[in-house]
């Protein structure tokens, strides 16, 4: 059964830290991976995408990474700012034209000043 | 600008009401969806659409239909409303029909309660 687990649930942090939000997944075939951001009463909005052929890929302040061998990812957030405080959703497409998604649970992330 | 709107964005309703939940999008995209979003769930797949005239059951589309008549729109009816569908529902839409960077853009979300 196509899977995808996030770790931690929820996350605390000060401003101005640094996090890494875990993304596993158990998805065949695999097309691509992104991470959204869900702000409070909000639709998700893509931070992130990246295909099999991607470990690394970049969006400002966050980073996420694909280890499309032991399928996992990570978003790593640097100097957090309050507007980070969200639900972070790691997302997988499945199939040949990755048209099947794989929704996480998300890791809800709280940014204290 | 091109956009996604959901129509109402607040509902109440009885059970055993039928409820419609309208998704407008602009960006004359093929795709469109609809998701539903419980607290210790991930989105869950309801209906998917890939051009007019087609639609697909996703993963709980039990008590929900779709119809695609044009490309912008994809209304969500629930024909006898239970309790169980009280969520928050979205609407999404892409724009390819396959391949490595189909992303998906959300409307801002409906959030539906039903007694």
């Known amino acids: 059964k196509n899977q995808v687990e996030q770790s931690p649930q929820s996350l605390i942090i000060l401003e101005g830290k640094n996090c890494t939000l875990q993304?596993?997944?158990?998805?065949?075939?695999?097309?691509?991976l992104r991470w959204y951001k869900q702000d409070t009463g909000r639709g998700p909005v893509s931070l992130t995408i990246?295909?099999?052929?991607?470990n690394t890929k970049s969006n400002g302040r966050y980073t996420a990474t694909l280890d499309a061998d032991t399928k996992q990812s990570s978003l790593h957030i640097t100097a957090s700012q309050l507007s980070d405080s969200a639900s972070y959703i790691c997302?997988?497409?499945?199939?040949?034209?990755?048209?099947?998604?794989?929704f996480g649970p998300g890791t809800r992330l709280s940014v204290l000043p | 600008d091109a956009e996604i709107t959901q129509s109402p964005r607040h509902k109440i309703t009885e059970t055993g009401r039928q409820v419609t939940l309208a998704c407008h999008q602009t960006?004359?995209?093929?795709?469109m969806f609809w998701y539903r979003q419980d607290l210790g769930h991930g989105l869950r797949l309801i209906h998917y659409?890939?051009?007019?005239?087609?639609?697909n059951k996703g993963e709980v589309s039990d008590g929900y239909s779709v119809s695609r008549s044009n490309t912008e729109d994809l209304p969500l009816t629930l024909e006898s409303a239970a309790s169980s569908q009280t969520s928050v529902y979205f609407c999404?839409?892409?724009?390819?029909?396959?391949?490595?960077?189909?992303?998906?853009?959300f409307g801002p979300g409906t959030r539906l309660t039903v007694l």
């Open positions: 960006w004359n995209h093929n795709n």
């Open positions: 990246m295909t099999f052929s991607e």
């Open positions: 997302v997988v497409s499945a199939g040949n034209y990755g048209q099947n998604f794989v």
């Open positions: 993304c596993n997944y158990t998805v065949s075939p695999f097309s691509n």
């Open positions: 659409s890939y051009g007019v005239q087609d639609t």
């Open positions: 999404a839409s892409s724009p390819y029909s396959g391949g490595a960077h189909n992303e998906q853009f």
